[in-house]
C-alpha cells in the first residue's frame, strides 16, 4: 500500500514536465567565462548596434549597467512618491479619526497632537514605501512573474544561473538575422551558441494544471459553498460564540421559573429592611414628643429660610392653625381647631418637638411627612418661633 | 549588491576557491539532500517545546489570563517580556541584512539571509505575545482602524496601538526583504530540480531568468529595501520602548529608553544568531563560509553594544540620584537590593560583566567560551526586561499596592513553547530554502566582478 | 603617489586671522557691554567648537575600530580638527571664571532655599565642576596627542605597529568618549537648568556632534579636493558616502531629538516640561520650529536624492548648512537658561561664531604647514583610495 503511494509520487514526479517547443525563433544565446569577457561582449554588442539583447548572469556584475547602456531605474523615485503617500494617508487618518471624527479627550492631550502621531506616521511612510519598491520592482519595471518565458529550461538559462555569463540577442531586434547574429557571437568569443524557440502552445493542453480554469473555478466554488455553510450553520442554526450576539446570559428574566428556589419564583421580594433610594427613615417615626428632644434644627435662621418657611406654613399648615397659629383656622368650625400654637407649652418645646409633631403626627392632625420635605419642615419650625415671638415681641424688637 | 572586489581587509570572503558549482553545491545541500539525523533529533526538541506552548496557549484561551501569574499591581508579567525579548532578537536579524549591507559590511554575505530568517521567525514569534495577553484574542482586529457599527476608532494616543503598526510593518518589510532577496535563488533551486519541485520552484521564483536589465532594477530596490528596513528596525523597538517610557511610574519613565532598547535589542539578536550559527556551521560543516572571523566580528559587535547597554544603566541610575525624584531612586535600590536582585545582578553581570571579556582576542575566537557568553547574553537580556517590567511594577509610588510576581507553569510553558516554535521554524527553514545567499556570495568572491572599470 | 603636496595658500590664513580677529573683537566688546550675555554666547561657541574637536576625534577612533578603508584618505582632516582638543584648556577658562554667571547652583543662597539644589549638591558643587571637566580635558588631550602622534609617525614608516596600536587605543577610547561626553555635556548645558534632566542628553549631544563632525569634515574635504590637495583618486563614491553619513546621523539626530520631545510631553510631568514650555513659548517657538526646519526637514528633503550627495557643490553648501544647523541647536539648548521669554540674537551673537571659524581656520592652517594633509604612510591608504560603491 506504502509502496503503490510511493510508486505513484515517483511517476508525478517524473512527469514529462519538458514542453514542447514551437518553430518559431525567440533569441540565440551565447555563453562566456568570466566577468571580463561578458563585460566586452556587452560593449561589443551595444556598439554593433543591437538593442534588443540581454546579458544573464548569476549575479549582479558591476559595471554591466554602463556597458550595455541602461538608462538609469527609477525604482528610488516610486519609493519617495509611495512613501509620501504613506506619510499623507497616515496624518488625514489619524487627524481626521482621532481630531474630528471621535473625539477623545485621552490623558488630557489635544484630539489631534503632532509628536504621537509621528510613529505611525513613520511606520506607514516605510510600509507604502517598502511594499511600492519592492512590488512595483517586480511587476512594473521587470515585467514579472513571467514563468513560461522561452529561456527557461534551456541550457542558457541553467548555466547562467549556476557559473556561467550569458548574452542573449533576441529575434524582435530589427537588425536581427540569424547567420550574422550567430557569426557576431562567435566572433565576440561566445560558446555554446543556442537557438531558443518559442514554447509550443496547444489550445487544448494545460500546461499547469494548477492555473486551469475548471479547477481554479471548482476550488472558488468549494471555498464559496463550505464558507456559506459554515456561516449559516455556525449564526442560524447553533448559535455558537460569536454568532450567539449575548443572547444567552447568564442573568435571570422577568417572570422566568426558577430552578434555585423552593417556591420557583426567580423574582424575589426584597431584603427585610430594604428603603427606596434616597429614603432617609425617621427614628423617632411613633414614639412620644418627650424623646425628640436631641432633634437640632440644621437650617440657619435668615430671610430666605423664613420667607420659604412661611411659603410653606401658608400652605399646608393654615388651613387648621390660621395665619398667625392662633387655631382660627379658615375651617370655621367644620374641622377641630387645633390648639394655639403660642401656648406656654408649644413655646417652650424644642424645636425638634415641633418637628416631629409635623413628621409623625399628632391626634387628629396626621402626619405631613410626605408632603413636606425635611428642610421645609424645618423652615416652618423657624416661621413658628416667628410667629411666637412676634405675638410676644419685647420692647426692644419694635425698634 | 555590487561589492568592489578591492574593498577588502584581512577578511577573506569565501577562503578556500571554490568554483561557482562547488558553491551551489554546499549550499543547496541541505535543501536537496534528505534530513540528517541530527537535523530530526533537532526538531523533534524544538517540536516537543512548541507543543508544551501550545498545551500552555490553550489553557490560556480557554480559563484566561488567570493561568498566568499576572496580578492587579504586576499587570504586564512574561507576556510583555518575552514579546520585547523576542523583537529584539528579530532586530539583530535586520541589522546584519540590512544595516551592514548598506556599511559595505561585506563579511555578511555568508550570514544575512538566515540572519533575515530569523528575523521573520522572531517576529512571529513576538507577535503571538501582545494577541494572547489581550484575554479575549479573537477581538484582535478591533486594533486596526476600520470602520464599524460602533463608529469608534482605535486610539492612535496609545503606544500599544503603534506596537501594532511598528510590528506589523516591521513584519512586512522585512517579510518582502527576504522574499525578495530568495527570488534569484529559488530561481537557481528552479533550474537544478526536477518534478513536483520545479514547479513550485517555478512559481515561487517569479520566472526570474538573471538578466541584468532585472538586475539593476533588483539591486536598486534591494537598496532602498535595506535603506528603508535601517530606521524600520530603530523605529520598531523605539516604540516597543514607548510602551514604557511614555508613562510616568518611575523605572520606566526615562528618556534614554529608546536608544537603550535599540542597542539592547541588537546586542541581545546577536547573541541569538551567534548561538544558532555557531551550532548550524558544525552541523552543515559550513565551517569555511562561515569563519571564525564572521564570529570574532560578531563579538566585537557584542562588545560594543553589551558596553552602550551598560551605558544606559549608568545613566539611569546617576540620573536617578541626580534627580532627587525619591521614588525613582527607590526603583533602582529595590532593583538591586529588594527581592528581584538576583534578577537584577544576573542582567547586570550577564549583561555588561561577562561581555567584556570579549575584549580579549583569544575569547573572542575560542568558541566553547564564545558558546557559554553568548548564551549568558541571551539570558542576561530577558532578565533585563523582566528587570524592567516587573520591578517597577510591582514596587511604585503606593506601597499598599505592592505585591509580588511569581510566574505560573503556564508563563514558563509559553516561554518555552516560543522558543520551541522559534527553533521549529528556524529548522524548517533550512530544510526548505537556501540559508546563504547564494547570489550574493557568489558575488563578493575574488574575481567575482569586472578587474576593469567603465564608468565614472 | 599622486596627491600634491603642496602648501595652502596664504589665502587661508589671512581669512583665518581676519575671522580670529574680527570675532575677538566683537566678543571683546559683548563683554564688556553684557557680560552675563556675553558668558552664554561664548559657552555656546565653546560647546560648537568641543564638537568640532572631540567629535572628530570620536571619528578617527571609529575609523579604526571599525576598520573603514574610504575614509582613510580624509582622517588627516579629522586629526588637524581634533587639535582644538589641547587648544580647549584655554578655551575653557573663560567658562569657569563666568560660573558664577551661567549656572545657578554656584550661589549658594540659592541653594540654601532649594532642597532639589542641595540634593544635587555633592555633584553640582564648584570644586568638582573643575575636576571633572580637567579630567575630561585631559583624557582626551591625551588620546588625541597617542593618536595623533601614531598616525604621523606612519608618514614616515609605514608599518603596520602603528595602526594596530591605534586600533587598540581607539577600542578603549570609545567607551571613555562616550562617558565623558556625556559628563561634558550634563555639566556645561543640563546643568543650566538644574531642576530639569533627561537621560538621553549625553546622546543627544553626541548625535549633535557626530553631525557637526561630519559635516566639518566634508566641508573641509570638499574644498581640498576642489583646491587640488587631495589625491585625483578621491572620486564622487567617497563623497556620497560622507554624504550618505551627514544625512544618517543627521536623522540619528532628529530621533534623539524626538524621543526626549515626545516622553517628556507625553507623560507631561511638570517637573519635566517646564524645560519644554520654556522653549515653546514667546520668540522661542520661533527658534524651535526654526530648529525643526534647519537642522532637519530641510536637510532631509535636500540630502535625500543621490544626486546630491554627489556634487560637490551642493555638498559643500549642505556641510556649512548643518554646521549652522549645530550651531543653532547648541543656542537653543543654552540660551533659554540666559532669557526664558526672548532669544536674543544682536551683534553681540555675532561674533563668537566668528571667532570659532576663525579658530578652526587658524588651527587647522597651523596643522597643515608641518604635517602631510594624507596619511601617505598608511596601509589601510590604497584601498581607500580605490574605494567604489
Partial sequence: MIGKIKNKLKEVNNRNLEQKRSDELYAIGALFDTPDEIMDAAGKTTEAGYEEFDVNTPYPVHGMDQAMKLKNTMVGKTTFIFGFLGTTAALLMIGWMSGIDYQNIIGGKPFFAIPPAIPITFELTVLLGGLATAGLMLTLFNRLPWINNPLHDTNYIKQTASDKFGLVIYAKDKNFNIATVEGFLQSIGGKSIEKINFFEVREDRVRTPIFDFKFIALLAVVTVVTAVTAYGILRYVLFLPPFDFMWKQEKVLPQEKSTFFADGFSMRPPVEGTVSRGYIPYEYQGLPDSVVTLLANPLPINAEVLAKGKQRFDTYCSPCHGYYGEGDSRLRGQFPNPPSLHTDKVRQWADGNIYHVITNGQNVMSSYAKQISRDDRWAIVHYIRALQRALNAKDEDLN | MSFDSTYTRELPLVPERSSFKEIDDVIFRPVEEAPTRKWFIAITISSLALMIGAVALANTFYFGIGTWGNNSTVGWGFGIVNFVFWIGIGHAGTLISAILYLFRQRWRTGIARFAEAMTIFAVITAGIFPVIHTGRPWLAAYLIPYPNQNSIWVNFNSPLLWDVFAVSTYFTISFVFWSVGLIPDIAAMRDRASGIKKRIYTVLSLGWRNSNRHWQHYERAYLILAGLSTPLVLSVHTIVSFDFAVAILPGWHTTIFPPYFVAGAIFSGFGMVATVLIILRKVYDMEHIITLDHLEKMCKILLATGSMVGYAYCMEFFMAWYSGYIFEQFVFINRAFGPYAWAYWTMFSCNVIFPQLFWFKKIRRNIPIMMLLVILVNVGMWFERFVIVVTSLHRDFLPSSWAMFYPTWTDLALLLGSFGFFFTCVLLFVKVLPSISLAELKAVTENAQPTHKHHH | ?389
Avoid at chain 3, 596643522?367 to 583610495?385: C, H, Q, W, Y
Fill in chain 3, 1 to 389: 603617489m599622486e596627491f600634491h603636496n603642496k602648501a595652502l595658500p596664504g589665502k587661508v590664513s589671512r581669512i583665518g586671522f581676519g575671522l580670529l580677529i574680527t570675532g575677538l573683537i566683537l566678543m571683546v566688546a559683548a563683554f564688556a557691554l553684557d557680560y552675563r550675555r556675553a558668558m552664554f554666547d561664548y559657552l555656546t561657541m565653546f560647546m560648537w567648537l568641543l564638537s568640532l574637536g572631540l567629535g572628530s576625534l570620536g571619528l578617527i577612533a571609529l575609523e579604526y575600530i571599525s576598520g573603514a578603508t574610504w575614509s582613510t584618505p580624509f582622517r588627516r582632516v579629522s586629526e588637524f580638527l581634533a587639535s582644538l582638543l589641547p587648544v580647549m584648556f584655554l578655551l575653557v577658562i573663560p567658562v569657569v571664571v563666568g560660573m558664577k554667571e551661567l549656572f545657578v547652583w554656584t550661589d549658594p543662597q540659592v541653594v540654601k532655599s532649594d532642597a532639589v539644589l542641595q540634593g544635587k549638591e555633592p555633584y553640582l558643587n564648584t570644586t568638582f565642576f573643575i575636576a571633572r571637566a580637567a579630567i575630561c580635558l585631559l583624557i582626551w588631550v591625551v588620546f588625541y596627542f597617542f593618536l595623533v602622534r601614531n598616525s604621523q609617525k606612519q608618514d614616515s614608516e609605514s608599518i603596520p605597529q602603528y595602526t594596530k596600536s591605534n586600533i587598540r587605543l581607539s577600542a578603549i577610547f570609545t567607551p571613555i568618549f562616550m562617558v565623558t561626553l556625556t559628563i561634558i555635556a550634563i555639566d556645561f548645558m543640563m546643568s543650566l537648568f538644574p531642576h530639569w534632566y533627561s537621560t538621553i542628553y549625553g546622546v543627544y549631544y553626541f548625535s549633535g556632534t557626530l553631525v557637526a563632525a561630519y559635516s566639518a569634515l566634508t566641508l573641509i574635504s570638499v574644498l581640498l579636493k576642489e583646491g587640488n590637495y587631495l589625491s585625483s583618486r578621491i572620486n564622487n563614491d567617497h563623497f556620497y558616502s560622507m554624504g550618505m553619513l551627514m544625512f544618517a546621523f543627521n536623522i540619528f539626530w532628529a530621533y534623539i531629538a524626538f524621543s526626549q520631545l515626545l516622553l517628556q510631553w507625553y507623560a507631561d510631568i511638570p517637573e519635566e516640561t517646564f524645560w519644554y514650555i520654556i522653549i515653546w513659548e514667546h520668540s522661542w517657538k520661533v527658534v524651535s520650529i526654526a530648529l525643526f526646519l534647519v537642522h532637519f526637514a530641510i536637510p532631509f528633503l535636500v540630502l535625500m536624492p543621490r544626486s546630491v550627495k554627489t556634487n560637490l557643490k551642493k555638498l559643500k553648501f549642505m556641510a556649512i548648512w548643518m554646521l549652522v544647523a549645530h550651531y543653532l541647536d547648541l543656542y537653543w539648548l543654552i540660551m533659554p537658561a540666559y532669557d526664558h521669554h526672548s532669544a536674543v540674537f544682536g551683534w553681540q551673537e555675532i561674533g563668537f561664531p566668528l571667532f570659532a571659524v576663525g579658530v578652526v581656520i587658524v588651527i587647522f592652517k597651523m596643522k597643515a604647514r608641518k604635517t602631510n594633509i594624507i596619511p601617505v604612510g598608511d596601509p589601510k591608504l590604497e584601498s581607500g583610495f580605490n574605494f567604489h560603491l
